[in-house]
Nanobody, 129 residues
C-alpha cells in the first residue's frame, strides 16, 4: 500500500524560508513523477513544482519560479523522498501543501493537469507577520 506523508509546514514571516519534506513508501515503480501542490484559501489545488525520475525534468509554476526549488533524495522502492525549499516567502504562498506521486507521467501532466495517483494529507504553511 502506498503511503505519502508531508512535513515541514509552519508559520513564517514574509521573506522567510521553509523546507518541506515528502516521504513516499510502498511505491515500487522506478519511473515516476512526484510533485508539490498548493491549495490556498478559496482557490483550487494547483501544481507548483514537479520532478521526473526518468529524465530529471523539473517544472515550476510562474508563481514560485526563482523562489522555490524541488529536489529528490532516496529513490529506492522502500522509500522515496522529495523536498521543496521555499525562499522569499510571500503571504500569497499561504496554503496547504500536498505531495503527490504517479508512475510514467511527465512533469507537465502532473503539475499542469494534476494527474496524481497517490496524495498525502498535506502540511499547512502560513506566511504572515
Amino acid at each position: 500500500q502506498v503511503h505519502v506523508a508531508e512535513s515541514g509546514g509552519g508559520l513564517v514571516q514574509p521573506g522567510g524560508s521553509l523546507r518541506l519534506s515528502c516521504v513516499v513508501s510502498g511505491f515500487n515503480l522506478n519511473y515516476f513523477a512526484v510533485g508539490w501542490f498548493r491549495q490556498s484559501p478559496g482557490k483550487e489545488r494547483e501544481g507548483i513544482s514537479c520532478f521526473s525520475s526518468s529524465n530529471g525534468a523539473e517544472y515550476y509554476s510562474d508563481s514560485v519560479k526563482g523562489r522555490f526549488t524541488i529536489s529528490s533524495g532516496s529513490r529506492d522502492n522502500a522509500k522515496k523522498t522529495v523536498y521543496l525549499q521555499m525562499n522569499s516567502l510571500k503571504p500569497e504562498d499561504t496554503g496547504v501543501y500536498f505531495c503527490g506521486i504517479r508512475g510514467f507521467t511527465t512533469v507537465q501532466q502532473m503539475c499542469v493537469s494534476n494527474m496524481v495517483d497517490h496524495w498525502g494529507e498535506g502540511t499547512l504553511v502560513t506566511v504572515s507577520a
